[in-house]
DNA sequence: ATATTTTTGATTTACGTACATCAAATCTTC
DNA sequence: GAAGATTTGATGTACGTAAATCAAAAATAT
């Protein structure tokens, strides 16, 4: 049996009260009566029930997710993830609100973080715009007591609790190594398709993969980079000019969204086969492309993770707990048609 | 504020006791009344609060985990992964215990799961060895009501509830296109290492890369595989000969244990960097050769992912609640040098 | 109508912890 | 050794649910 306050009190010889002042350093307890109880809850091997802790204390936590609205499909499945994880947690004492504010503005995610200021709620996870307001509104939450954690995109220059997502410079690092080995000997230049510069997530993976390509494999011809600003209709656009300029193109990282383009190009030109095609996310759209594929290697970081994982931290931080690292470490996903998982209903 | 069973008694305009009877399924409740009851539940939206009702019920989770002993880096880590989860679990009326038995012992392990069935558990986690003496005592144990998970080796022929753990065909397929690749054009045939066709892990990650190697890239000349009984001095042995009698060797895939034998042969050979290895299972030894690129991929399970993913499962069979199966479905990681996690303490 | 069974209400205790109050005991300090 | 401050004990209530008891009410059968 599991030993209790009662059974600390017993061994140490104190009242209930006193363990109680102990266990929650109250004060009015003489530090030779502190030793007493210390050294019984460390024979008894005593550990709070946090649970009925939680219980009496009235503990409940109250969460916010700040997430862009739009038909993104990755952030479409990201925002079922949160209302997944709500569902679950209703039991468990934790309630959470989802915000969707408009994607890249920031006027609109500054005023959603005040809003959520307003609401005093224990923790915000924001999928961050990076910009100077943003990280303002986050300082207020902060200075406030509330936890705040970035979600997939993250915000360096605020004192945010933690960023739950992946390491976009390894991403890209690790997309620019498989391009360079899966191209092999084969003679071509390759294209990076970005959505824009203006995004975080986008310039460090393009940093890892052009600094990968020049450390690794430097014969290989790298071309200017083109942003379809994460829409379908350009990128096509944009790579069905690639394709018609570069009829040796032998590979194309595509780093940012709108993969429903690139895989329309790609087949039109009749290239699906020949072009050694990355990109990022597995989507319904990105998942069929691989199968056919159109797409050779998908690189995805896992939103429901991501989605608990900030949770769990965001928990974490408001009771001012420490967190393990290594379990809050989102890795990078590297499917290939091979260890796709099952599509779920 | 949360609905609690008392707004729901004041909203169907019944006592108490008669919500806790519809709550708990007990009888003695008119169907009218159990009506009234679940549409005020309902209405107001009110779900159980587990902590509470854990907390009342007296209902704690005793689970037992058995693991092969020996050097094995791999399960060494699964221990302490185990270990680090009963800290964190201590708090949360759940209590694990680890059982060790000699790898590979058939007995052995049926002696462990008998005397796990006498500790009467609520559920027990077991690294299975494929044997009928194993799959029936695990048939005892499910007798008895004790969930049972298996954990990174299956037991198909039982009625476990669940495994926990990666698709071993899936993994070796992995491994087939990725060496299929990355060789390219390069001439030179590809050799397998096993480290023993009787566990079925091994068998089964064989499969996997002989069916791609054979559906896509079939011009390639497959090796017969060889059996270093994952003992390091052995694989060293068997990969010093296989170098030795083809000086053009373009590949090998080492799809068990003892990778310091593959790595120390193919240094020695002063080939580490022509031929193209891929490896299973991030160790020290494995990450460090990784990063000097005598190993070229790292197929990996996240050992701190099983361990919790069994344990939810545990508690979630062990109250006779479904599980989400996608959440508990257990990745595949590959690891190149470039996404590679940064070493913990 | 009465007897019998079934259903419902009212109330209490318990789980392990938090927190508050007030009295009693123990220390300081002069 | 008395006055004051500090420390400790005893006790009760609360959190939300589970589970039990016994009485009261309502339904059903005779």
Known sequence: MRPTVHDIAAEAGVSLATVDRVLNNRPGVRSVTRDKVERAIATLGYVRDVAAANLAKG????????????????????????????????????????????????????????????????????????APEVAQAVEHLREDGIAVVTLVSDLPGSTRDHFAGVDNIAAGRTAGNLMGRF?????????????????????????????????????????????????????????????????????????????????????????????????????????TALLSGAIDVLLNQDAGHEVRSAIRVLKAKADGLAVIEAQERIRIDIFLKDNLPIEQA
Chains 1, 2 share one sequence.
Do not use: W
């Not at 006027?107 to 715009?129: F, I, K, N, S, Y």
């Not at 011809?221 to 300029?245: T, Y």
């Open 59 to 130: 503990r409940s936590y109250s969460l916010i997710f700040i997430l862009p609205a739009g038909e993104n499909s990755f952030m479409r499945g990201l925002e079922a993830e949160v209302r997944a994880a709500r569902a679950r947690l209703a039991a468990e004492r934790t309630e959470i609100a989802i915000l969707c504010v408009p994607a890249f503005d920031v006027c609109a995610m500054a005023d959603a973080l005040a809003e959520a200021r307003r609401q005093r709620p224990a923790g915000v996870a924001v999928v961050a715009v990076d």
């Open 183 to 287: 191209l092999g000997d084969r003679a071509g230049p390759v294209a990076v398709v970005a959505g824009s510069m203006l995004v975080r997530d986008h310039r460090e993976r393009l940093e890892g993969f052009q600094a990968v390509m020049r450390q690794c494999f430097d014969t290989r011809l790298l071309l200017p980079v083109v942003e379809g600003q994460d829409d379908a209709a350009l990128v096509e656009k944009l790579v069905s000019a690639l394709l018609e300029r570069h009829p040796d193109l032998a590979g194309i990282y595509s780093l940012g969204a709108g993969n429903r383009g690139l895989v329309a190009a790609l087949e039109k030109a009749g290239r699906a086969e020949a072009v050694c095609a990355i990109a990022h996310e597995l989507t319904p759209y990105s998942r």
